[in-house]
Every structure is written in structure tokens, then in C-alpha cells.
């Protein structure tokens, strides 16, 4: 029942935010009863859930580099099965990787399900620029490790920029600000008391994502909807072009026919995709007063 429900009202705007205001504040049970997390770990061995398929995106740019077996690290894990991007790979025995969630919840769920995959790591901490680098050596991650996947609704640039001073990830998949056009540079910005609140205020867009990654040595490979994924050039030549951001995200994600569908929660900023570039900028700052301080928002290049 609730499923139909929420097919219906992603088709009307007006309810669809109220509904989502209501999931977001109204108690939801906590999934970690022995019941669900039998539930789950079953799950985890079947099912895919990333919201877009950006699983098969990262499995088919895996593929086309060569890349079948490696170290993949997940940042902000979740519960390791909704929403997960590197969820196949953690099954597969020729992976190994690093879980890292700091939810309570969602943590004991990812770490029950992943007790069956005996190359998974999971652990509990609140990732940040100032402690990326030393967790990841802590837990052996070598240098230059296979997948690295963020997601943390927050600063995720700023842990972006820090984790590459001193590793060098093959394939990045890193979820952007989808909402933000190029060429509009957005980046929320490293803040210890900062935590999503289920509103537009998160991550950072595509244009400041290719800014900080691709002089690290990457090419922009594609966008899958609201996951970038970039590729190192060592393993991109001949493989994969670096491709002009505004193009990426036409393809991406502008021009998708679904999108609609696949992100109802981003109707009452559609219009930002019709703006000028200045007039976007304009609009972020307006809506996103509560944050002063906290973001960087201007017109950007590609």
C-alpha cells in the first residue's frame, strides 16, 4: 500500500512535499529487530537498490578498464544495501573493501549484512577532511586502490580534496548536487556540526566536482544521473574521453527522460535549469540564507 502511495503523490507535486516533510519527521522504525536484519542480509545477497542503476554504471566503466577484482572503499555507506553503488562488488570474492557509516542504525544493519562477505570491512566514524586520510591508512587501504565511492549529503568535496592528496582511486563515483547546473560552481564547505537535513542544502555540483577531481589526475567519464563517475588517466586512455562537463550533465542528467520520476523531491527547482547562470547563482544564495558561511556559490568554469 505505501508503495502505491508513493508512486501516486511523486506524480502531484503539492502532496509529494508534504509527504515528504511527513517521512522525514514521523518516527520510522529503526530496521534492527533480528527479524529485518535477517531480512536485510538476504537482501544484500540478491537484490540491487541503488536508486538510478548507478551500479551497472560503475560495473560497466569497471569493465571497460579491465578492472575485475580490487580494494573498493564506501564512504557513508548507509546500510550497505539502499542505495548502494558498490553492493555487487562486496559480494564478488575477488573484492575486497572498506564500509564506512556513522548512523547507528544504518550501521548495524551494514555491518550484519556484510558479515557474510569475507572481504568487507565495516566500520563506525564520522568521516571528515581532517581525518580521511589517517582512517584509511589505519585500515590498510593501499594507495592506489581500485573504487572509490562518496556520498555523504554534506562536504563531500572538501573530503574529496583531502583523500587525494595521498591515495589515487582508480574509478571515482561521487554523488553531486544534481539540481545545480553548469557552469555554477556549489560546494557546501567542511563544518564539524554540519548534518543533512533532507533539504536541496548538500554536496557540491558537477562543475565543482570536475574542478577539485580532474587536476588529480582524472577525466570526467560520465554522469549517471547524480553520481559522477571519473576515471583515472592511466586506465582511461583509449578508454574513455574526458568529457566536457555541461555535455555530461545534459546527457546525464537534463536530458533524461525519467528524471522527473527518478527525483520528484527536486520539482521546486526545476526552474533553475532554465536560468542564467547569474540568476542561479542569485537564487542559491537566496534560498540557502540559512547557511551563510557555510557554501560557496558562483559562476564557475568547465
Known sequence: MSLVIGRFVRRHPSLYALWRRLRWWLPR?????????????????????????????????????????????DIAAGDGVT?????????????RGLAVENNAAKFTRLEFAYRQFPGATTVRETVTPD????????QDVPASFEVLNLDLDSYDLDIAAALLRAFRPGVITMEINEKVPPPVHFAVTYDP???????????????????????????????????????????????????PVGAAYDAGYRNRPDRRELFPWNYDVEHLLALAPEQVVSDLEERFRGYAGRFVVRVGTE
Open 193 to 243: 556540526e554540519h548534518t543533512w537535513s533532507g533539504d536541496h542544502f548538500y554536496g557540491c555540483s558537477i562543475v565543482a566536482a570536475a574542478a577539485v577531481v580532474r587536476p588529480a589526475g582524472y577525466v570526467l567519464a560520465s554522469l549517471h544521473y547524480n553520481n559522477a563517475f571519473f576515471v583515472r588517466t592511466d586506465l582511461a586512455r583509449d578508454r574513455f574521453a574526458d568529457l
Open 83 to 95: 542505495q548502494s553503488s558498490t553492493l555487487a562488488l562486496y559480494r564478488q570474492p575477488e573484492w
Open 131 to 138: 581525518n580521511v586520510g589517517a582512517l584509511l591508512l589505519r
Open 29 to 73: 522504525p529503526s530496521g534492527t529487530s533480528a527479524r529485518q536484519l535477517r531480512r536485510h542480509a538476504r537482501a544484500a545477497l540478491t537484490v540491487d537498490r541503488s536508486h538510478a542503476g548507478e551500479s551497472q554504471e560503475l560495473l560497466r566503466i569497471l569493465q571497460a578498464c579491465g578492472i575485475e577484482a580490487g580494494f573498493v572503499v
